[in-house]
C-alpha cells in the first residue's frame, strides 16, 4: 500500500511540474481562474501534509503565491508527502478542525488520497480554462504518464 | 489493497450516479458539455473494463452519447464488471492493449484501474466548472466529505 501511495505522490508531482512549467511558459495568457486553481491544488496539499504532522499550516486554501514560488512549492509539498508515507501508519486517524470552525476525522490513508484525488480533480478544471484561453491542456492521465516513464 | 479499490469504486459509483440524478433533474439547464462528459466518464469505464476482461460485444467508443435513461443502469453495471475484476484478477497482471490515438500501451491491471478512478475524477472537476457556469450548484465530490459519512 505504501508504494501505491508514494507511485501515485510522484505522478501528481510530475504532473503538477508540467501544468507549473506551462504556467510560466505562457503566463502572458494564463488566465487567473488556472492561477487560482493550481494555487489551490498546492496549498491543500501543504494543509493536509500539516494537519497529519500536526502542524499549523503556513498557507490560506486560496492563498496566491507569486509564480516563481509554485515549483519549490509543490517540490516541498511532494518531500513532506513522502516523509508521511514513509513515517506514518496509514490506519492512524487524524483529528482537524476546518476553516469553518468544524472538526472531522479520516485516517492518514484517506487523507493521502484525497490529496490526490483533488488535485486531479482541479487540474481537470485548468485544462478546460486552458483551452478556453486558447492553450493546449496536458495530457495527464495516468495510464499515458506511465507510458511516458517508460520510455524515457 | 483489493479491500482499498472496492472502496474507490463505491465511491465513484456513488458520485457519478449523483451527479446523473443532478443532470436528470436538470435536463433543461444541463449543458452539452456536461452531457459529453458524463458520457465520457461512463464510456470510458466501460471501455477499461472490456479491455482488462474482454466482454462479449464491442465497447463504446470514448465519446459515444446515450440517453440520459442509459446513464445509470450503466454506471452500475459498469461497477459490478469492475468488482468482478478486484475479485479476480491479481493487481500485477500486465494487460496490452491500443488506445484511442493508436498508442501501444501495457499497464497492469493495479495501475489500469486507478487511472479509471482518476480519469473520472478530472472529468467530474469539468462538469463541476460547467454546472456553476449554468448556474447550477455543483457536487461536493472530495473523498475525504465521503469517507467521514461512512
Redesign the interface.
Known sequence: ?KS?FTQ?FEYNHFMNNELIKAIVERHDLVSDKSLEWVNHILNAQQIWNNRIAREQPPYGVWELHSVDELSAINESNHQSSIAIIRNTELTTIIGYTNSKGHT????V???L??I???S??????V???FRQTGLEPLE?????Y??CMKSS | ?KA?FNE?FEYNRHMNNELIRAIVQNRNTVSEKSLKWINHILNAHELYNCRIEPAGYTPPAPWDMRALEELAPINENNFQVSLGILRLYDFDTVIMYT?MKG?H?E?TV???L??M???S??????I??EFRNGGLEPLV????VY??GK
Open positions: 500500500m501505491f501515485l472531522f476525522q479520516n485516517s490513508r484517506d487523507i488520497f484525497h490526490i484525488n483533488h486531479t480533480y482541479h487540474r481537470g478544471q485544462a478546460v480554462d495527464t492521465d495516468y495510464d499515458a506511465l507510458d | 489493497m482499498f474507490l488506445t498508442t500501451m499497464n493495479g495501475d489500469i486507478f487511472h478512478i482518476n480519469h475524477t478530472y472529468h467530474r472537476g469539468q463541476a466548472v465530490g472530495d473523498w475525504v469517507k467521514r
